[in-house]
């Protein structure tokens, strides 16, 4: 073994020294395209070299993987080391260096001068975070100890000698990759999950064309990437861009949003936000985004909990199983903004993930294990339960239809208990589930592979919640069974009476029987302990303690009961959420709320939905909304037989002075931008009360409903036939940069007089049948300027984005080039007295249509106009990004939405 663990050594401290020495040559930058795209081709060698190494474990400092044992055979060691020897040798004779490969030394050094080996900036640096960082961290480490090796700086000379230096290289590293069966693949799926990440575009654009002939996989990742972020790869434009870093300076810190379609094998659509000059993706700045917080321990169950554990190797975040299920959307902890009605950047991903997966669901494999699971005993079963709760290969069992629960189409989690003749097997099964999905939590949060499995479906991650909660919120109770005096059967006569009498009285004494039968029990104890105690085999130690623990759990003649640990953690989060959404009986919701577990307890039968609160067995996002405020309404008795359960998940509730709306219904996003309304557990609210309007016609003039495509610009780049030198003193005249002005503080007012919600009879059913009359909501307002009064349907349900703040240009506010300056002009510009005429051909050469929503109550008429013409927005208000990047954010390069809310 100390021979095996000194081969192993020695690989690792020479493959240090090979990934190092490569920064003695220059980056090539000061001597033109060409030679710096062939400086990239030996640095995506190196990056091979340094990705390989991490992939075998060469890399102990910064990774969890364990060296690979064929390194401890002699013939593959020997094989590594002449091939990283050979690397070495590349760099070790300045002579070779200068007349085999084509270098010279750098210019304005002499061959003596030198450089710190290891602490180098990366050419790659911004497309391959995570070797670069792996060489720097190893380089301080050594830097306590020793001092940094030195070495000479080399510059190109002749390229056809120096492309011969990286074939040989590159040659080295096929050889070493092929030795390691696998890891040449895993080296790629490292590389491409870097490229995919990245949104340094200059870099996409040199890595692209270098990898072109020798790596096209790894070209065409990045081409892909490249094509995602709307930029170019043709070699013309390349080399503009390179002459746009004064443009660059001026866009320090602006705010960049970039969002990845969904593929033809995947639904999923991402969205990223990035600051220009710093690339660094904010998926840590939770308060700057706008997320919102619970308020209370309770509200916590809204928002899904994460299983699987995060690779800490990594630098940043490469997302997880969890990441790629699509759950309830508003159950995500990104999801919603903290201004009512509007969402976040990613939440607006999370929403046309949710459409795209409902119209155009993509087929994808699960496993399920269809084997016999065998019976397990009540008794296993508890004492597991009381196992895991105090802290003591499941995928396709739970995706069993036949014996498992699948709680994403069940309507009440404590029905599953209740019921004894449920999936055959009532309260065992659903234990059963519990302990399966509790055991592969446990290996989810410990797994450190980074493997993926079609097996993590939305029904495994709905039995791990539920498996959770459970463990965390009920508590089994074994006690005396239960007798109904009712169902008790009463005394025939007066011989049956005098034997019962009898009966009871012999009861009384205590037989020597008995007391003998209660020494043979302590004596048996005492020898099942002691065998226990004398059992060497661990395996048979350990069964006979777990079925000595079990005869505690045996359930003969016992009944079994379900304690609430979290009861009065729930009946809090619910007068809070009544008080927050200003409940009109919340004296009437207190007085029963706090006795509606004791008379659980004292025997009284509840509701189930309010069973399922009390217990805190709710799945998060949709069900919690609907819980929570289905257990309001069955709180207040003045109310819950008239007004009854919602039908369904987004169902609102009109009371006779107020109305509560679903968040991602169009009431609850048009209208939440109300003064004095909250969101709060998925609910929009307190607004006005409606008025219901008799069934009118639709009227045939009524707008047709056009989402205009929008088109991106990309003014600063020279124009067809414009010669690049002329273009450059334009670019970088500092009297052409420009601060563009927003929008002007209106002083207009607009009041929203009345919501009415209009029967429709282009439902189903027939306009007669109550339970499925089709309603339009519209909304009339009262403008300032005109006497009559404006009404805006609501046809559609539109997405409204509030986008993170940007970071200071160098004037503040972000500057443009004269050449955009009609992106930003008073013609792209709408007031709320111009969009009742507002028609598609009037913004259909614009990237982004601003509406000046400054004014009193405007916003809420933006918003109703957006829901009648079919328009996602952006809506900017006080702390948001400057002018220039919210309009970027809504346009082509942003969202897409093509339409900014100017509030403030």
């Known amino acids: 073994m100390t021979e095996a663990a000194g081969l192993a050594l020695g690989v690792v401290a020479l493959w240090k020294t090979c990934v190092e020495v490569f920064e003695v040559v220059d980056s090539g930058r000061s001597y033109g395209i060409d030679y710096e795209l062939l400086r990239v081709k030996l640095e995506v060698e190196r990056i091979r070299l340094v990705t390989w190494g991490d992939t075998i474990g060469l890399d102990r400092e910064n990774s969890t993987t364990q060296p690979d044992t064929r390194l401890q055979q002699s013939h593959v060691n020997e094989t590594v080391m002449r091939l990283l020897g050979c690397i070495q040798h590349i760099f070790d004779n300045s002579e070779r260096l200068q007349s085999k490969y084509g270098l010279r030394p750098s210019e304005g050094q002499t061959q003596n001068a030198s450089i710190d080996v290891g602490v180098g900036p990366g050419i790659l640096g911004a497309v391959f975070r995570r070797p670069y960082e792996n060489l720097r961290r190893a380089a301080r480490d050594r830097q306590k100890d020793t001092k940094l090796m030195k070495k000479a700086l080399w510059a190109i000379h002749d390229r056809c000698k120096f492309q011969t230096m990286i074939m040989e290289i590159k040659g080295f590293n096929d050889n070493l990759e092929s030795l390691f069966p696998g890891s040449r693949l895993q080296v790629a799926e490292a590389l491409r999950i870097d490229v995919e990440n990245s949104a340094a575009v200059e870099e996409l654009q040199l890595l692209q064309e270098a990898t072109s002939e020798d790596h096209e996989v790894l070209s065409d990742v990045a081409s892909a990437r490249l094509e995602a972020l709307g930029a170019s790869t043709v070699r013309s434009e390349l080399l503009t861009e390179r002459s746009t870093l004064y443009c660059s300076a001026k866009q320090k810190g602006a705010l960049s949003i970039s969002i990845h379609d969904p593929q033809s094998y995947s639904s999923k659509v991402s969205a990223y936000v990035y600051y220009e000059g710093q690339g660094e993706d904010r998926w840590w700045s939770r308060n700057e985004d706008g997320y919102v917080e619970p308020i209370h321990a309770c509200f916590e169950l809204y928002k899904r909990k994460r299983f699987h554990a995060k690779r800490k190797e990594k630098d940043y975040d490469l997302g997880t199983e969890d990441d790629n299920v699509l759950f309830s959307v508003e159950s995500n902890s990104e999801y919603e903004n903290v201004n009512p009605g509007t969402v976040t950047v990613k939440g607006f991903a999370l929403d046309a993930w949710d459409y795209e997966d409902t119209n155009y669901p993509r087929e994808s494999t699960v496993f399920t294990n269809t084997s016999d699971p065998g019976n397990i005993t009540a008794k296993k079963l508890l004492r597991r ?408 349907k609501l046809f559609t349900n539109p997405v409204f984005v509030t986008p993170p703040p940007c970071r200071p240009g160098p004037k503040g506010a972000h500057e443009i080039h004269l050449r955009e300056l009609h992106r930003y002009s008073e013609k792209n510009i709408w007031t709320i007295e111009q969009l009742r005429d507002h028609t598609a051909e009037d913004t259909e050469d614009i990237d982004v249509m601003v509406i000046n929503a400054t004014g009193k109550g405007a916003e809420l008429l933006a918003r109703a106009w957006c829901s009648e013409r079919g328009k996602n927005a952006v809506i900017r208000r006080a702390g948001g990004p400057c002018y220039v990047c919210a309009v970027q954010a809504a346009g082509q390069g942003g969202l897409r939405t093509g339409v900014l809310i100017w509030v403030s």
């Not at 049956?496 to 009285?505: G, I, Q, S, Y």
């Not at 004494?509 to 043979?520: C, E, F, K, Q, Y």
């Open 385 to 792: 339960i009381d196992e895991l709760q105090k802290g003591a290969g499941k995928l396709g069992m739970l995706n069993c239809s036949d014996i498992f629960v699948n709680f994403l189409g069940t309507s009440s989690i404590c029905l599953e208990w209740n019921n004894p003749k449920k999936n055959g097997g009532g309260i065992w099964n659903l234990l059963w589930q519990v302990i399966l999905a509790k055991e592969l939590a446990r290996r989810l949060e410990s797994k450190t592979d980074g493997g993926w499995t079609s097996g993590f479906t939305p029904r495994v991650l709905a039995s791990l919640i539920v498996s959770d909660l459970w463990l965390r919120n009920v508590e089994i109770v074994l006690g005396e069974s239960r007798f109904r005096l009712a169902d008790l059967k009463g005394v025939e006569n007066a011989t049956e009476k005098t034997k019962a009498e009898d009966l009871k009285k012999k009861g009384n004494d205590v037989s020597a029987a008995m007391r003998t039968g209660l020494t043979n029990a302590k004596a048996q104890q005492e020898a099942e302990l002691r065998r226990i105690d004398e059992e060497k085999d661990l395996k048979k130690h350990e069964g006979l303690r777990k079925a000595y623990v079990e005869q505690d759990y045996d359930t003969l003649m016992k009944g079994v009961e379900m304690h609430s640990r979290c009861h009065e953690q729930q009946v809090e989060g619910l007068l809070l959420f009544a008080e927050k959404m200003k409940w009109p009986w919340i004296n009437e919701v207190r007085n029963y709320a706090e006795e509606a577990y004791s008379d659980l307890r004292g025997g009284q039968t509840l509701p189930a939905d309010l069973h399922d609160w009390l217990f805190g067995m709710i799945l998060p996002g949709q069900w919690f909304a609907f819980k929570i405020m289905t257990a309001l309404i069955l709180c207040t008795p003045s109310i819950k037989e008239k007004t009854g359960i919602a039908a369904f998940f987004d169902c609102g509730l009109s009371l006779p002075k107020k109305s509560y709306w679903r968040v991602r219904t169009v009431l609850g996003r048009v209208l939440g931008c109300l003064p004095g309304l909250i969101s709060l557990c998925g609910w929009i609210g307190p607004s006005r009360n409606l008025s219901l309007v008799k069934h009118i016609s639709r009227d045939p003039s009524a707008p047709i409903i056009v989402s205009s495509s929008g088109r991106g610009y990309d003014d600063t780049q020279p124009k067809e036939g414009e010669k690049i030198e002329p273009w450059m003193a334009d670019m970088r005249n500092a009297s052409n940069w420009i601060v563009p002005e927003p929008p002007v503080k209106q002083v207009s007012t607009c009041e929203l007089k009345t919501i009415q919600l209009n029967r429709n009879n282009i439902g189903i059913g027939s306009i007669d049948d109550e339970e499925k009359v089709m309603y339009l909501a519209q909304l009339v307002f009262k403008r300032d300027d005109s006497p009559d009064l404006q009404t805006y």
